[in-house]
């Protein structure tokens, strides 16, 4: 399965695959991005990509000769534009990528901030109610004899 993603941002469409980039995927996203009349401005975001067959490879290709440009997170997806040669665009800083996808509603893949366990008991006495008398410490009186 294959999901995509279009985001427009200042410097133009990026496109955020997710999944597997394999034969009908990959010519549906073909046939997708292939439609746009700038695609030079079109930026594809592989890192969450986790497979790309030989079809997949061959439309990545077609996408390099038509201007397309790669960003990559992930070893496997850097690997495979290496091999390809396919142009990566500038990248940035992962708190900035983080904050663009918060802005776009996307989740952080940065785990959620551990909660305050502490408990906080409030703490009150219900009128009439006195408090137990308090031995003086070591005071031996009132104690039963053994």
């Not at 133009?12 to 292939?34: N, S």
């Not at 397309?68 to 396919?86: G, H, K, M, P, Q």
């Not at 940035?92 to 802005?103: D, G, I, M, P, Y």
Request: charged share 25%; with cysteine; proline share 5%.
């Amino acid at each position: 399965m294959l999901r995509i993603q279009f985001y427009e941002t200042a410097h133009g469409i990026t496109a955020r695959l997710q999944g597997r980039f394999v034969k009908e995927f990959a010519e549906h996203a073909c046939m997708l991005i292939g439609k746009s009349s700038e695609l030079s401005r079109f930026v594809v975001d592989l890192s969450e990509v986790t497979f790309v067959d030989a079809v997949g490879e061959r439309v990545l290709i077609w996408f390099k000769e038509m201007g397309v440009r790669f960003t990559a997170d992930s070893a496997y997806c850097l690997d495979i534009c290496e091999r390809l040669n396919l142009p990566l665009a500038a990248t940035r800083s992962r708190a900035n990528r983080r904050a663009t996808r918060e802005h776009t509603g996307v989740p952080s893949n940065k785990p959620a901030a551990p909660k305050d366990l502490e408990a906080r008991i409030p703490t009150f006495s219900l009128a009439g109610e006195t408090e137990p008398e308090r031995l003086p410490s070591g005071s031996t009186a009132d104690l039963p004899h053994a």
